[in-house]
């Protein structure tokens, strides 16, 4: 499996654009990269996936450059509510529903 | 709709003792899996269950074991608890089984073990 590599924490404040970048360089070729969020004493809860190029939904972006070794999530106009931990995670969709968690980013919004 | 449910949501128990965990998937979904969250860590894969049976399984002790119901419900049983086993409990319910992009998690069963 694919190791993936993010900060441990970063700071922002509300209204401004965040990116989280996560560095996969062992990347295989039928891996998707896959964002969660989750708040504490919560479940994780799924943000966004893609393969390839820039995928966007009603809550974020996903940024992937041609060689794949690398992704940003990045969420718009950050709220004090978008306060949470960040998961990238990178494997094959066909394998099973074993999601590998690495240790996320702690992002914590300010006023 | 409801949503993964877990139950309980908190339990204290103590070193030696048992503890089964329930799980009800999302309406329609035959797939579940556990994951166990200790703190401050990310989420670590247990058990996949699809139609009855097992289709994964992580890096666990045979002290975990799990069964999934014609119901699609499944249950999460640890034997011979030892502190380490305090850690948040997760459960999560696709509609498939091979599939690994969007997973549906309950908010967890939270162990204490004193």
């Known amino acids: 499996l694919a190791k993936t590599t993010q900060p441990i924490s970063m700071d922002s404040y509300e209204g401004q654009e965040v990116n989280i970048t996560c560095s996969h360089n062992?990347?295989?070729?039928?891996?998707?990269i896959t964002w969660y969020q989750q708040f504490p004493s919560q479940g994780p809860r799924f943000i966004i996936q893609?393969?390839?190029t820039k995928v966007t939904n009603e809550v974020a972006s996903l940024f992937i450059p041609a060689d794949r070794k690398s992704s940003t999530l990045s969420l718009p106009r950050v709220s004090l509510s978008d306060t949470a931990v960040y998961y990238c995670?990178?494997?094959?969709?066909?394998?099973?529903?074993?999601?590998?968690f690495g240790g996320g980013t702690r992002l914590m919004v300010k006023p | 709709d409801a949503g993964v449910t877990q139950s309980p949501t908190h339990l204290i128990k103590t070193r030696g003792q048992q503890v089964t965990l329930r799980c009800s998937p999302i309406?329609?979904?035959?797939?579940v899996s556990w994951y166990q969250q200790v703190l401050g860590q990310g989420p670590q894969f247990i058990f996949q269950y699809y139609e009855k049976e097992e289709r994964g399984r992580g890096n666990f002790p045979d002290r975990f074991s799990a069964r999934q119901f014609p119901n699609y419900s499944s249950e999460l049983n640890v034997n011979a608890l030892l502190l380490g086993d305090s850690a948040l409990y997760l459960c999560?319910?696709?509609?498939?089984?091979?599939?690994?992009?969007?997973?549906?998690f309950g908010e967890g069963s939270r162990l204490t073990v004193l």
């Open positions: 999560a319910s696709s509609g498939q089984a091979t599939f690994t992009g969007e997973l549906f």
């Open positions: 062992n990347i295989a070729t039928n891996d998707y």
């Open positions: 893609g393969y390839k």
């Open positions: 309406s329609g979904h035959k797939s």
């Open positions: 995670l990178v494997g094959d969709n066909n394998a099973g529903n074993m999601l590998t």
